[in-house]
């Protein structure tokens, strides 16, 4: 097994990253009440810098929740994913991740079914369960098993349907990405800076 530099990851319990996951205003509430608290000690100048991190945080998760689709939207993308059948559901990621600029190779693999390689990193697919109402953890296990034999940086694992709680903990222990309705519609969807 080749040599693996950790993932740089913020704790999940930091409240940095409870903050990114909060609705925009907590991070605004509390950016405001920090301000006002060090404005007490110190001079304005002061206490904005002690603020200024959660006002940022206020903007990215505002920005994010103006950009994240509809529930209409990402039900109608499971409806439509749904009723593709292998060949034409694989044909659409092949054609994404070739307009992103990757180079795809379909494999025949325990547990994967894609090569993707995209500035020089390697990530093995797992997507052939797609319509899976529920994924465990044995399917993610042959996906890590395949990341191994094949030296791959990363790993991805595409279902619309639910992820069950043991193989999401797995999924995060292994570092596995898991790309649900949101990140296939944001996968699909063409944008104006993809390649062609």
């Not at 301000?35 to 206490?47: D, I, N, Q």
């Not at 307009?99 to 090569?115: C, K, M, N, T, Y």
């Not at 790993?155 to 903990?169: H, R, S, V």
């Amino acid at each position: 097994m080749a040599f693996r530099l950790p993932a740089l990851r913020m704790a999940d319990g930091s409240l940095f990253a409870i903050l990114l996951r909060s609705p925009w205003w907590a991070s605004l509430l509390v950016a405001l009440v920090l301000f006002g608290l060090m404005r007490l000690m110190l001079p304005a100048l002061f206490a904005a810098v002690f603020a200024l991190p959660f006002l940022v945080i206020a903007v990215i998760r505002a920005w994010r929740q103006l950009q994240a689709p509809s529930p209409r939207r990402l039900t109608a993308l499971v409806e439509s994913v749904r009723a593709m059948s292998w060949e034409v559901f694989s044909r659409a990621l092949v054609e994404a991740w070739q307009r992103q600029g990757a180079q795809v190779e379909p494999i025949r693999h325990s547990g994967a079914d894609f090569l993707v390689t995209l500035n020089g990193r390697v990530t093995v697919v797992a997507a052939r369960r797609w319509k899976a109402a529920r994924s465990g953890i044995e399917v993610l296990e042959a996906l890590q098993a395949s990341r191994d034999r094949l030296d791959a940086h990363d790993a991805l694992f595409i279902a619309t349907g639910e992820i069950t709680a043991p193989a999401a903990a797995y999924a995060a222990r292994q570092v596995i990405r898991l790309a649900g309705a949101p990140q296939l519609l944001e996968l699909l969807e063409p944008r104006p800076g993809d390649r062609r």
